[in-house]
Structure formats: structure tokens, C-alpha cells
């Protein structure tokens, strides 16, 4: 398996690349987030790799961070997901987004990707809960909430009352950021009774 490659950047045509190494040209695919950090044609070029082989075919996929190249992995084990699909979520949401969308499973920032419609958008909310734990610079609080510390004490008050992770965090998305605690938490049980 291919797990990086470091050479010379010879073409850029999105979303593909060409970099050569050793004498021999890789054509790589990129997420447009990595694809606008490239240096300069005739530059050397640094990439994080997945290598698929397949009956029409080999690919290679390239990332800017391990975390990028981490994330398409998760992506494309979900059934219906293909490589491409993967490469359009990471091209139109930066990691720490689609992180914060997961974790308040809000769909409305996936559906503005192209190609993804609702049902795609909530098997993925779905199926990526709990993968973004693991990676590192990824500060578990700003997955949870995306509050300050007051907004983690509301949540494990909520979570505390019964209340699963998903309504609590709906219920916390009108919330200030400086909101004390014990108004949060009233607030947001007032959201939950109109739910």
C-alpha cells in the first residue's frame, strides 16, 4: 500500500494531481482543501496517501494531514459512500465543521455540499457519530458543544436528566456563549418541553 508520497509537482488540474517521484508520475486525487495549499508547479509536494485497487482500476488519493486522509477513511466505509463522495465532504466542509455538524447531527450544513441530498446527509450524521474521538487536535469540547466550559456542565446536566446526547445538544443550540449555567440549563429544558 501506498501510504504517502513525496516528490515533484508537476501538473495541477482540479481534482486531480500529478506528482512525480523516482521517475515516475502518480496521478493523485485531492479534496479542494488540500488542492488549495498545493505549492507551485516544479515545487516538491508532500502527501498523505490511500491506494484503492479495484476491478476497473488503481487509485490514489492524496491529503494535506493524516487527519484528512483519516476522515475520507471513515467516510468511504460507510455503505453507498464512494471515493468521490468522500473527496466532495472534505472538499466542502473543513474537518472541525463536519466534526461539530456530527456531534449536533445537524444535517443542514451537509446538504449544501453537492451531491449529498437529506437521506445521504443523515445516514452519514449517523454512521460517523463517535469516529472523530480519536483524532488528535480535535478537543473532545469543541465536538460536543462547540460552547465554552458553561455549555459542557449544561450538557452533562441535561445528559443527567435523561435527556440522549442528540436532544440535548438541539436543545443547547440557541444557547449563548456566555450563558450561566443554571439559565442554560432552564432554557434549554423550556426547548425541550416544545419539542
Given at each position: ?5 513525496s516528490?515533484?509537482l508537476?501538473e ?14 502518480y ?9 488549495c ?13 490511500h ?42 466542509l473543513?474537518i472541525s ?6 456531534a ?80 442554560g ?8 418541553a416544545?419539542?
Open positions: 500500500m501506498i501510504g504517502r508520497i516528490g515533484i508537476l495541477k488540474k482540479p481534482p486531480q494531481i500529478l506528482v512525480e517521484t523516482g521517475g515516475i508520475g496521478e493523485i486525487d485531492v479534496p479542494m482543501s488540500t488542492f495549499d498545493l505549492p507551485a508547479c516544479g515545487e516538491k509536494v508532500k502527501l498523505h496517501t491506494f484503492v485497487v479495484r476491478e476497473d482500476g488503481h487509485f490514489l488519493y492524496g491529503f494535506a494531514t493524516s487527519e484528512e486522509r483519516a476522515v475520507f477513511r471513515q467516510l468511504i466505509r460507510i455503505s453507498g459512500i464512494g471515493a468521490r463522495m468522500a473527496l466532495a465532504v472534505l472538499s466542502g473543513p465543521e463536519l466534526a461539530q455538524a456530527v449536533l447531527q445537524e444535517t443542514g450544513r451537509l446538504v449544501k455540499i453537492p451531491g449529498i441530498g437529506k437521506k445521504t446527509a443523515e445516514r452519514l450524521l449517523l454512521e460517523l457519530r463517535g469516529k472523530f474521538d480519536a483524532l488528535p487536535g480535535m478537543p473532545q469540547q469543541a465536538l460536543r458543544s462547540g460552547a465554552s466550559a458553561p455549555g459542557g456542565d449544561i450538557l452533562d446536566a441535561l445528559l443527567a436528566l435523561g435527556y440522549n446526547e442528540r436532544e440535548a445538544l438541539a436543545a443547547m443550540k440557541g444557547l449563548a456563549d456566555d450563558v450561566e449555567v443554571a439559565e440549563i432552564r432554557l434549554a429544558l423550556r426547548q425541550l416544545r419539542a
